[in-house]
């Protein structure tokens, strides 16, 4: 029903940046909250950021706040995920996801996603 492509993942070293990006299928992406997510190997997949309809309400997980800023441009369709001062740990497959309950705001709960994307590799060299 909803289509996620996420881009914008690659190498970098410690302290480098990188912007992901998630383009959205369909006609409803401003109904949506969205949400970035990440699993590194062997690990359980973690909540990273997410956003609320009309980017009013974000929140973070701690190990990145201060670092990563979500956005989002609903004319285009597209949530953002700006990763600055990149760590090692940040090393992992990134997921966008959108959450189409209406009674919600923001949620850091992986099971209330509706749709994922199909993931994109970030790696941080130390």
């Known amino acids: 029903q909803v289509q996620l492509v996420e881009s914008g993942g690659g190498s970098v070293q410690t302290g480098g940046s990188l912007r992901l990006s998630c383009a959205a299928s369909?006609?409803?992406?401003?109904?949506?909250?969205m949400g970035w997510f990440r699993q590194a190997p062997g690990k359980e997949r973690a909540f990273v950021a997410t956003i609320s309809r009309s980017s009013g309400t974000t929140d973070y997980a701690a190990s990145v706040k201060g670092r990563f800023t979500i956005s989002r441009d609903n004319a285009n369709n597209t949530v953002y995920l700006q990763m600055n001062s990149l760590k090692p740990e940040d090393t992992a497959v990134y997921y966008c996801?959108?959450?189409?309950?209406?009674?919600?705001?923001?949620?850091?709960?992986?099971?209330?996603?509706?749709?994922w994307g199909q993931g994109t590799q970030v790696t941080v060299s130390s």
């Open positions: 369909g006609r409803a992406f401003s109904t949506y909250i």
């Open positions: 996801a959108a959450d189409t309950n209406r009674l919600r705001v923001v949620t850091a709960r992986d099971y209330e996603y509706d749709y």
